[in-house]
């Protein structure tokens, strides 16, 4: 029993210096303490490139040797530490108190997102590519030549035909216009567009205002409503806003307040 205590306690004790970067002083720099600076980016020390590791190491003993420098100065005596001390643990104060106060639940944003679901409607969206050019004969020449390839691959010559011959600004992407609603279209494209399946093209060219299309659609989406996974975290901004207002107003109708 003992040995196999002393070999979980040895393991335990490799694992934590593993975690230990840095030494600055006797000041142990920790991957904890990392990640914790990275956390606002979504990011931790091990996902890091090799050179951005270093970098934001040598930042963290950088500021640990600044911070030992200070403390050893006495500074922490002075007068001016004091008064911003105190004016740090106000806010610091304040803003506890706010994140308490104005917390929100997922179940009420969940509750918000139901109530009010309209806000976040979304229609049909089409993923499209298209070819431009000046005529109708032009287009129907690569309408025929776009014909005789076989399905699978339909896109990669769609995409060819359009880098050499589309004259619209998408051209050299291979015609790609990505996702759209169809109100953002010309009627003409649009209803065109919405009566195709993705991985079909036009078969008879479609004339706007800019020109001759030939189009081949990707993909599409129907008209839903926005997740609310997606939206959960814009909603709480906005109930935390609300929040706040509400409760502004409450304690200034509590209190005496006199303007000189």
């Known amino acids: 029993m ?6 979980s306690l040895f393991v335990a004790s490799s694992l934590f210096a593993g975690d230990v970067l840095a030494v600055v002083n006797g000041e142990k ?14 990011i931790t020390y091990d996902k890091l ?12 003993i950088t500021e640990a040797l600044l911070i030992q420098k200070a403390e ?31 917390k929100v639940s997922d179940a009420e944003a969940k509750a918000f997102y139901e109530k009010n679901k309209k806000m976040f409607k979304q229609p049909a969206k089409v993923k499209a590519r298209h070819i ?35 004259t619209g600004p998408s051209g050299k992407n291979g015609g790609e216009l990505g996702w759209f609603d169809l109100k953002q279209m010309v009627p003409a494209f ?11 093209i036009t078969l008879s060219p479609v004339k706007t205002q800019f020109g001759w299309h030939i189009i081949y659609v990707q993909d599409k989406k129907p008209a839903g409503y926005i997740p609310f996974s997606v939206v959960k ?14 409760y502004i107003q409450k304690i200034k109708s509590e209190s005496k307040i006199q303007y000189k």
């Open 2 to 7: 003992k040995k196999i205590i002393l070999g």
């Open 29 to 42: 720099i920790t991957k904890a303490e990392i990640n914790n600076v990275l956390k606002p980016q979504n």
């Open 49 to 60: 490139p090799a050179q951005y590791k270093k970098q934001i190491l040598d930042k963290i």
């Open 72 to 102: 050893n100065s006495g500074v922490t005596k002075t007068k001016e530490y004091k008064e911003l001390l105190n004016k740090v643990k106000k806010q610091v104060a304040l803003q506890v108190f706010l994140d308490q106060k104005l």
């Open 132 to 166: 431009l050019v000046k005529t109708k004969a032009e287009a129907e020449k690569l309408i025929n030549e776009l014909k005789n390839v076989p399905q699978k691959d339909l896109e990669a010559k769609f995409v060819e035909l359009a880098k050499k011959y589309s």
């Open 190 to 200: 649009s209803n065109q567009v919405k009566n195709m399946k993705p991985g079909e």
């Open 233 to 246: 975290n814009q909603i709480k901004q906005q109930l935390k806003k609300e929040k706040f207002q509400k």
